[in-house]
């Protein structure tokens, strides 16, 4: 059964780091490109960050210099370091595949306030 794990979320002051990971059992995971997407209270779900299986990243922009996504193929998990958080990053994030979304796991609540 696929299944998508997050965890690391909490409660941090503006200008704090956290770091998500999401433990993914997927049978192919090292040839999947994964992302990181967040639900803000009273708002659609958005892409946050992806990485290909070539290791190339990608970001929203306004996480760009912030946040970094990585992932260790031998442990099908995939990782969101955030720096620099913001009040305005508060949200459940969530992992998923680039394409192709498989069921979404129940997320990891973030929280930036002082």
């Known amino acids: 059964q696929v299944q998508l794990v997050e965890s690391g979320g909490g409660l941090v002051q503006p200008g704090g780091s956290l770091r998500l990971s999401c433990a993914a059992s997927?049978?192919?995971?090292?040839?999947?490109?994964m992302g990181w997407y967040r639900q803000a209270p009273g708002k659609e779900r958005e892409w946050v960050a992806r990485?290909?299986?070539?290791?190339?990243?990608s970001y929203k922009d306004s996480v760009k210099g912030r946040f970094t996504i990585s992932r260790d193929n031998a442990k099908k998990t995939v990782y969101l370091q955030m720096n620099s958080l913001k009040p305005e990053d508060t949200a459940v994030y969530y992992c998923?595949?680039?394409?192709?979304?498989?069921?979404w796991g129940q997320g990891t609540q973030v929280t930036v306030s002082s």
């Open positions: 997927i049978s192919l995971f090292s040839i999947t490109a």
């Open positions: 998923n595949r680039v394409v192709n979304y498989i069921g």
């Open positions: 990485i290909l299986i070539d290791g190339s990243t």
